[in-house]
Structures are given as structure tokens and as C-alpha cells.
């Protein structure tokens, strides 16, 4: 199996983002494709990100916490 066909997996990263690897694509709510150029990001789930859907940190200083 090639890399473009493996498929894709989303990782809770504790207190902190979604980690998302492989080849995906991204869409927001209206369907517009965000570009992302890399093989893994990491997505938001604090809400508090400049740069939604992608993490910027922000939930270190916010005391983002998860129940994982």
C-alpha cells in the first residue's frame, strides 16, 4: 500500500489538540477546502486557536484540560 492510500488516524493528544496523519482533506463547515501542507496537523478542540481549525498553542496558557 502506498503512502497516499494509508489510511488516516486522528490521535487525542492529552490536554491538547487532535493530531491528525496521512493523507486527508480538510473542509469547513460550508465545504470550502482549508489547505494544509503538511502529512500531519494538529486541529483545535479548546476553541481558543487563531489559526482555526489548526492549534497555536493557546491552550497551554488557557489550562486546556481533557478527561483522557
Known sequence: ???DH??????PYPDGPLLVRGAVE???ADGTPIPSHRR???LC???LSALKPFCDGTHKPA????ED
Open 6 to 11: 494509508e489510511p488516516a488516524t486522528i490521535t
Open 45 to 47: 478542540r479548546c476553541g
Open 40 to 42: 500531519t496537523v494538529a
Open 1 to 3: 500500500m502506498s503512502a
Open 63 to 66: 489550562g486546556f484540560r481533557t
Open 26 to 28: 480538510l473542509h469547513a
